[in-house]
């Protein structure tokens, strides 16, 4: 079948509802119509939302970046005797969180590296420290990588990990260390980190509790077109299994000072098709977004006419990705992501961590269940 009937194929099945298959998947990944591609998306995106397009007020904390893995994609991670590392003491981690307060935050979005001394009594002890200074804010704390590393560490399941981080605080999970899920990918670039189906499996175990989480892919590396697919499918089916997953985020890998350097950054055109084939295949992920972050707001306005229907959040300082050579501002405020989305003709909707309406009153917000 050549790729101009496949795609017309795949149209019908898209105008009527019906899940694409792998096979669909590499041909949208294939196909050089992007804006063919990315009306197929748009159609989803509207059957799903409308003109809603959904931000948050958040800001992102990552306590340490010293990590005993040794990432071939990652510009974040240090060892512990590098004289540039960081790890935050546990009023540091706090301090932080109250610096971007003033803005009425509604989540802390909480990642860092696998700290070979940090002990999960430390980071229960951190959420705790949270919540109390900050109740009505939504912690959305750890990757099922570090995850697992907290478990391995402990020697305790990793189902005991995430519920006592849970009672301790821990609201919801960001979904980030799924990097492709393809062994012969992650033998180059990850080798250190947990395979593909140690990451599923610690979403399904946090899904089983009742935690929610996003999840991602990181694209643009050594990965094929099947590779992408594979990926996607394989979220789509743990998300027919356990209903947890609430976004999912592509993300563009940035070669810069990593050992990958030489790699070629993603143009706008791979930024763009990432996000509208996502909206076609995963079609029981209720969200895709448009990390503005690491595509830069231009791009992510595109992304909200081509499957995305959400633009994250106001973020301020952003580490991993512009330690990774990301130029974009690392923040936005309200009134930027405002205009953003009102400039795409899009209809801004802002929204807590779970997707509920957020009502503002000056500098104090309330979440309308």
Not at 139 to 145: D, E, H, P, R, S
Not at 164 to 177: N, T, V, Y
Request: hydrophobic share 40%; proline share 4%; glycine share 8%.
């Amino acid at each position: 079948m050549n790729d101009e009937v496949h795609m017309k194929q795949i149209a019908e099945k898209v105008e009527a509802g019906v899940r694409l298959s792998r096979e669909d998947g590499e041909a949208l990944y294939r196909t050089s119509d992007i804006l063919a591609v990315g009306r197929l998306a748009n159609l989803v995106r509207e059957r799903l939302h409308g003109d809603t397009t959904f931000f948050n007020v958040n800001r992102h904390i990552n306590p340490t970046d010293v990590c005993v893995a040794s990432c071939r994609l990652c510009a974040f991670g240090k060892k512990a005797r590098d004289p540039k590392s960081y790890t935050m003491t546990l009023e540091q981690v706090w301090e932080t969180a109250g610096q971007g307060y003033s803005e009425a935050v509604s989540e802390f979005h909480i990642v860092g590296g696998l700290h070979p001394e940090l002990t999960l009594d430390w980071y229960c002890q951190m959420l705790r420290g949270l919540k109390e200074r900050f109740p009505q804010v939504h912690l959305k704390a750890f990757t099922m990588v570090e995850i697992s590393y907290l478990a391995q560490r402990g020697k305790i399941s990793i189902r005991e990990v995430l519920q006592r981080l849970k009672d301790a605080g821990m609201d919801s999970m960001p979904g980030g260390g799924a990097e492709v899920f393809s062994e012969r990918v992650r033998r180059i670039i990850c080798d250190h980190k947990i395979d593909g189906n140690e990451w599923l499996n610690v979403a399904r175990a946090a899904h089983q509790i009742g935690l929610k989480s996003n999840c991602t892919m990181l694209y643009g590396h050594i990965e094929s077109e099947a590779d992408r697919v594979d990926h996607l499918v394989r979220l789509r089916e743990l998300q027919d299994e356990t209903g947890g997953f609430v976004t999912f985020i592509p993300l563009a890998f940035h070669p810069a000072n990593t050992p990958l350097h030489h790699i070629p950054k993603t143009t706008g055109f791979d930024d763009i098709r990432n996000i509208a084939v996502a909206r076609l295949m995963l079609d029981n992920i209720p969200h895709i977004k448009a990390y503005w972050v690491m595509m830069s707001p231009a791009i992510a306005q595109i992304a909200l006419r081509m499957g995305a229907d959400d633009i994250d959040g106001t973020v301020v300082e952003e580490k991993i990705y512009h330690d990774a050579g990301a130029t974009t501002s690392q923040s936005l405020r309200r009134g930027d992501l405002f205009r953003l989305i009102t400039e795409a003709g899009r209809v801004p909707f802002e929204r807590d961590t779970l997707y509920r309406p957020v009502e503002r009153n000056e500098a104090t917000f309330t979440v309308l269940v």
